[in-house]
Each structure stands twice: as structure tokens, then as C-alpha cells.
């Protein structure tokens, strides 16, 4: 997917063609999230679903759940593990975002190097 060590480096057409498919992987990453979230608040809590949505779409986002509480078991384990989920997408997302231009920058900086 990258370039090796000693490659030239990527065109701009290649690299934000790059860019686009870490963008369009990370969009599907997040709306697959968030879907998963939104159908488990609605079946454990029986949720109206914009409150799911709102719920899955605040915890993705890292600001946390908003009311209405919780009132059932299911629905707490849920919570509970969606939002550790929850917070790993938010990492994991953010490492797809960044890979193209680090490693842009890092063989960059090994080509500059080796001249």
C-alpha cells in the first residue's frame, strides 16, 4: 500500500487518492459504529431513535451518553461496553486519518537523508 524505504516518492494523484480511501475506510469504520450503537440502545433500552442516535452519536464523539437514564440491565452492559468501544474507534479512527501523511513525512525526511 505504501512505498518502500527507498521508492520514489508517491505523486500527489497517488497520494490523495490514498488520502480518499483512509477517509472513505474511517467514514465506514464510524457509521458502521454508529449504527451498531443505535440499534443497541434502541433494542436493550427500547429507545425512541433519536435518542439512540443521540446516545450512540455522543459517545463516538467522546462527550458521553445524554439523558434519558438507563433503567434496564441490558441496557447498562450495553452502555458500558459500547462505550469502551466507543473509545477505541475514536483512536483507531484517527490513527487511519493520520497514516497517509506521516508516512508521506517520515519517507520524505528518509529521502532527504540518504541524498
Not at 459504529?33 to 464523539?61: C, F, H, K, Q, V
Amino acid at each position: 500500500m505504501f512505498e518502500r524505504r527507498h521508492a520514489p516518492l508517491a505523486t500527489r494523484e497517488v497520494y490523495a487518492r490514498r488520502l480518499l480511501r483512509h477517509v472513505g475506510f474511517t467514514a465506514a469504520i464510524i457509521f458502521g459504529s454508529l449504527i451498531i450503537g443505535i440499534l443497541g440502545y434502541r433494542m436493550t433500552e427500547g429507545m425512541p431513535w433519536i435518542d439512540a442516535y443521540l446516545n450512540a452519536a455522543m459517545l463516538l464523539g467522546g462527550m458521553g451518553p445524554v439523558g434519558p437514564e438507563l433503567s434496564t440491565t441490558a441496557g447498562k452492559l450495553f452502555a458500558g461496553v459500547y462505550s469502551l468501544y466507543a473509545g477505541m474507534v475514536v483512536l483507531v479512527a484517527a490513527s487511519i486519518l493520520i497514516a497517509p501523511a506521516f508516512h508521506r513525512f517520515i519517507h520524505r525526511f528518509h529521502l532527504e537523508k540518504d541524498k
